[in-house]
């Protein structure tokens, strides 16, 4: 038998299927799925088995070298929806597989330098070898010999790369210990037993009276024993010892209090309705549910999976990695209990192996996770639900560039079941395709118990500034904040990170100090009291004068949590704070804590960045403030208005949830901006038109498709060389519908002392697009071997435009 198999090298060459004898001892353990270590050329590597074949076109074939599963890791779905995601993102068949499975499946290769001469190489080398004969890899690239040294002697065969497979992924065992014998055979053994063995004695009548399996480390402590007195009984085969294979869950230590479901509002009722009917027919519809913040979508959610378990099939449910709160894992554990695995980045990679088990044997039927978890290797998938459809993260951004959006649509029609997009502000593309009927769309305009959307004030920050108010609160958010905190209510403030960091000017000249890499300006730190690069590892301490006019007035601006921390201190002091920002919430555990601290009400304002604007549902919170609503607008991106609205609506959404009635104070130098404006009266009908509009008038999504060239290079003319020939080379094919764009800087032009060009294009229909892009990606594929060489990304679906 023959295996058909893609071997774990990213290329263009190697982008087709392998033949692979299966000895004779592998027979019928090779199956589609199956990884394995086979020879390729001179080294040992990992591979995927796709097919099995009877014969080979090949005369003489290797044979497989080992085999890493008993179980094929990946199902014959994933492996067609892998060639499906290869041809949709234009990615090697093997990136696409590896992307679906957790971090330790992936096995780790050691590379060594092994000297296959006993003769002298030269002195540096002989140095660096030091008498030995093999020597780990990583030892080699921190020396500082350059490669071109390394290849000249492996050209000569005194020098040789060597990769020794090494797979990490770790069980974790336990031991038990169980009765072999029964009840009575164990009193006759009792019976039998010497007066003196009084610890064996106590093991026999606990087994008597407790005849079930048990943790030895249990057993041991539970009758303050040692294993020295239970090895004679294993011995004279009384009791039996074995290892189990146990899962680390990372919830395990926690208690989940069991809610039942509630009785649905009309809304809910007639929004579930259609759902509900396609999980029993097993037919595929994509739904959007609409509904705004707290209008129970997560009940919907929730009920509908339920559907689901009671058929006995299994539910992907995603949510933003952000979302992933302890307080949204709770809602799904408590409802459904052990049934459920979680995925998220927090997991370490033992955890993430332990839960991606549990789905792969079938001990749970839902996963609640982020973006990956839509590869779940569920075998009978009953409903898909996407939270927050909307959000960005649920783009991939390097190498296979896919959206779980698509995988779910691709998924939801191999197993005719129902795809859930779910958002109180969906993304343009999205609702323009429910408008045309492509998506069914179901409203909940309501939130619970009728209460109704928190009233929004918008304050003009030009005027505060006019009228002699320098602080970045507000009057107007100041005594509401010191209303509520005599009121024993809780305030949540909000602060947009992104595009509004601490950057270093001077007030005499302008300067602003910048990344002498990067092209951007550097972010101040105060605890170091250093400046930093966020693109590149770039710092260097701030400077006490002006290096362009040597003026002493040189200080930061923009507003960080930890300022606007200090600030709110300094105006109200009586407030207990709460800052949750990624400095605070680094440790794990950290963004737990913080949350319940708030929630317990240890504190009366909880201040932070985008990851307390989705998902908490505190009732105690009656106002939200927004420090600095148009950070975002002025993005170069033409989303930008979008995210402002989106944004805007969430964080306002987190006020008055419950009984006590919410209030939002947004503050803004641009109040007049149609997404501030709109986002105040969540208006997303209208402010759908407006955008709509726009992006019709400058050839957007969801009018138009783009497709984003990026190319770098350490040299700029290069750079602009290769962009304008791709340029060229698109507008020469493409049809005259299509708009190619470039050659542009990229917003971020250097990023590591690399240049960054683009090349955009708009268009409506090329279905010869990719065949393009592909030659164009063939011909330049040399350079882009080359170490720190020319770098060609194409995106067919951006959302980072910079
Ligand atoms: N049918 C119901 N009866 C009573 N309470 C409900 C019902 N459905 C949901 N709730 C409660 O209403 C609150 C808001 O619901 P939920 O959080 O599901 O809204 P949501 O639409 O998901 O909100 P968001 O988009 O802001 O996260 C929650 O506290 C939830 O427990
Ligand atoms: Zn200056
Ligand atoms: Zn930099």
Redesign the pocket.
């Known amino acids: 038998m023959i295996a058909n198999v893609i071997v774990d090298v990213p290329s263009q060459n190697t982008n087709r299927l392998f033949d692979y004898e299966i000895p004779e001892k592998f027979e019928g353990i090779v199956q589609p799925g199956v990884r394995v270590i086979v020879p390729f050329g001179p080294r040992k590597i990992l591979g995927y088995v796709i097919t099995l074949s009877e014969t080979s076109a090949f005369s003489s074939v290797k044979k497989i070298t080992d085999v890493l599963d008993v179980i094929p890791t990946l199902t014959d779905e994933l492996l067609q929806l892998g060639k499906w995601l290869s041809r949709n993102t234009l990615s090697y068949y093997i990136s696409c597989l590896q992307v679906m499975l957790p971090q330790v499946m992936k096995a780790k290769y050691r590379k060594e330098l092994w000297k296959l001469t006993e003769e002298p190489l030269n002195s540096e080398l002989d140095a660096f070898f030091d008498g030995r004969a093999v020597v780990d890899f990583e030892e080699f690239e921190q020396s500082g010999i350059s490669y071109h040294t390394l290849r000249k002697h492996m050209d000569d065969g005194v020098l040789d790369v060597h990769y020794e497979v090494k797979s990490r992924e770790t069980k974790k065992t336990v031991t038990n210990v169980e009765p072999v014998l029964s009840s009575m055979e164990l009193e006759e053994k009792l019976v039998d037993l010497s007066p003196q063995a009084k610890k064996q004695r106590k093991i026999i009548e606990y087994f008597l009276e407790y005849p079930e399996t048990i943790e030895k480390k249990r057993l041991l402590e539970e009758l303050s024993t040692t294993s020295a007195s239970l090895k004679p009984l294993v011995n004279q085969g009384i009791l039996r010892e074995f290892k189990k294979e146990v899962f680390r869950d990372p919830y395990g230590d926690r208690e989940f209090e069991r809610t039942e479901p ?4 009309n809304e ?1 009722e007639t929004a579930i309705e259609p759902i509900l009917q396609n999980i029993e027919d097993q037919t595929h519809d994509v739904f959007l549910l609409h ?1 705004v ?7 919907v959610y929730l009920q509908s999976i339920q559907q689901v378990i009671d058929k006995g099939e299994e539910a992907i449910m995603l949510v933003p990695e952000i979302a992933l709160t302890p307080q949204m894992v709770e809602r799904f554990k408590g409802r459904f209990g052990s049934k459920v695995a979680v995925l998220h980045s927090a997991l370490s990679a033992g955890e993430k192996y332990d839960e991606w088990r549990k789905i792969q044997r079938r001990e749970v039927q839902v996963v609640v996770g982020a973006r990956s978890a839509i590869f779940a290797p569920f075998t009978r998938i009953g409903l898909i639900i996407i939270d927050e459809e909307h959000e960005t993260s649920y783009k991939q951004e390097d190498r296979t560039r896919y959206h779980a959006r698509d995988v779910a649509i691709e998924r939801g029609k191999t197993h005719q079941c129902p795809v859930v997009l779910g958002s ?1 502000t969906p993304a343009l593309e999205s609702y323009a395709r429910a408008v045309k009927g492509n998506y069914k769309l179901l409203t909940m305009s309501k939130r ?1 118990n009728e209460s109704v959307m928190p009233e929004v004030e918008l304050v003009d920050m030009r005027e505060e500034l006019h009228s002699g108010n320098r602080s970045m609160f507000s009057i107007v958010l100041k005594e509401k904040i010191e209303e509520r905190i005599a009121r024993g209510e809780q305030v949540v403030l909000f602060l947009n990170r992104r595009g509004y960091s601490t950057f270093v000017m001077c007030r005499d000249c302008g300067h602003v100090s910048e990344c002498p890499h990067c092209d951007i300006a550097l972010t101040y730190h105060k605890r170091q009291n250093r400046l930093k690069c966020h693109y590149c590892s770039h710092e260097e301490p701030m400077p006490s004068e002006c290096p362009e006019c040597e003026s002493k007035t040189i200080r930061y601006f923009g507003t960080g949590t930890q300022k606007v921390e200090e600030a709110l201190q300094e105006l109200i002091p009586e407030a207990r704070v709460i800052r949750m920002d990624v400095d605070t919430t680094r440790r794990k555990g950290a963004h737990e804590k913080h949350l319940k601290k708030f929630g317990d009400g240890q504190a009366d304002i909880l201040l932070g960045t985008q990851m307390i604007a989705k ?1 908490l ?1 505190f009732g105690n919170v009656t106002l939200v403030g927004v420090l600095a609503a148009d950070a975002l607008l002025n993005l170069p991106d033409f989303r930008a208005s979008e995210k402002t609205f989106q944004l805007l609506t969430q964080v306002s ?1 987190r006020a008055g ?2 009984e006590k009635a919410g209030e939002v104070v947004v503050q803004t130098y641009s109040p007049e901006h149609y997404s501030i404006e709109l986002a105040s009266q969540y208006d997303y009908e209208q402010f759908f038109k407006e955008e709509m509009k726009l992006r019709k008038a400058f050839r957007y999504p969801p009018y138009f498709y783009l497709t984003l060239f990026t190319i770098s290079h350490p040299n700029q003319l290069k750079v602009q060389e290769v962009t304008q020939k791709i340029t060229m080379f698109m507008q020469q094919r493409l049809s005259d519908q299509a708009y190619v764009l470039g050659p542009t800087p990229s917003a971020l032009t250097r990023i590591n002392n690399r240049y960054r060009y683009q090349c955009m294009i708009k268009y409506k229909n090329e279905p010869e697009q990719r065949t393009f892009v592909e030659r164009i990606l063939h011909y330049y594929e040399d350079e882009m071997k080359q170490e720190n060489g020319l770098q060609i990304t194409v995106d067919f679906q951006p959302y980072q435009l910079m």
């Open positions: 509630f009785p649905l509002t809910q509904g913040t707290g209008s129970g979508k997560t009940e109180a619970m998902g549902d959404g949830r419950h």
